[in-house]
T-cell receptor, first 111, second 114 residues
Framework: QQQVKQSPQSLIVQKGGISIINCAYENTAFDYFPWYQQFPGKGPALLIAIRPDVSEKKEGRFTISFNKSAKQFSLHIMDSQPGDSATYFCAASSNDYKLSFGAGTTVTVRA | ETGVTQTPRHLVMGMTNKKSLKCEQHLGHNAMYWYKQSAKKPLELMFVYNFKEQTENNSVPSRFSPECPNSSHLFLHLHTLQPEDSALYLC?????????????FGPGTRLTVL
């Protein structure tokens, strides 16, 4: 049973556009929500993370929006660049070391 | 070398072979993990070690056997695998065994079982 559902599976965006990836969860005990970025031939790397006590967190062009009542969170990539082309994974955890990952979204930024 | 390294990067093996995957972390971390990554599926946690002691075996078949001789090294011994075991196997480490501790991943071993 998949605990974190991620969509879309893939998206294509023009350079300078906004990429939006959505994740939904059911387990209300989840209290830590990281996003990982993975380039081809590399392992995932932490991009940005949020706790449910805030509704938004921004780091550079990357923003996480969190809706606790809807049990949804999303990643926005502003002014998308070709170097942002990668697979993005959302994840969630409930006060232990186990991360439940989404299935990933492959983002392609066209120049 | 820095970060988390994995060898080999690619491995092709028959169903009757025995092989081992190696992971080494140069970060001074105490926790190490094995994940399986299959296309279009979530990362699956397989094993977790904390201070060399196994703390998690996520219902992994016995044809996968982990070994952690010290906090810097982690092995995954493989024997009599099935074609459905073909995947990218990722090693990760974190300072402590906490979800909020960033997990640092290696580049993975691409395994193909014929």
């Amino acid at each position: 049973q998949q605990q974190v559902k991620q969509s879309p599976q893939s998206l294509i965006v023009q350079k300078g556009g906004i990429s939006i990836i959505n994740c939904a969860y059911e387990n209300t005990a989840f209290d830590y929500f990281p996003w990982y970025q993975q380039f081809p031939g590399k392992g995932p790397a932490l991009l940005i993370a949020i706790r449910p006590d805030v509704s938004e967190k921004k780091e550079g062009r990357f923003t996480i929006s969190f809706n606790k009542s809807a049990k949804q969170f999303s990643l926005h990539i502003m002014d998308s660049q070709p170097g942002d082309s990668a697979t993005y994974f959302c994840a969630a955890s409930s006060n232990d070391y186990k991360l439940s990952f989404g299935a990933g979204t492959t983002v392609t930024v066209r120049a | 070398e820095t970060g988390v390294t994995q060898t080999p990067r690619h491995l092709v093996m028959g169903m009757t072979n025995k092989k081992s995957l190696k992971c080494e972390q140069h970060l001074g971390h105490n926790a190490m993990y094995w994940y399986k990554q299959s296309a279009k599926k979530p990362l699956e946690l397989m094993f977790v070690y904390n201070f060399k002691e196994q703390t998690e075996n996520n219902s992994v078949p016995s044809r996968f056997s982990p070994e952690c001789p010290n906090s810097s090294h982690l092995f995954l011994h493989l024997h009599t695998l099935q074609p459905e075991d073909s995947a990218l196997y990722l090693c990760a480490s974190s300072q402590e065994l906490l979800a909020t501790d960033t997990q640092y991943f290696g580049p993975g071993t691409r395994l193909t079982v014929l």
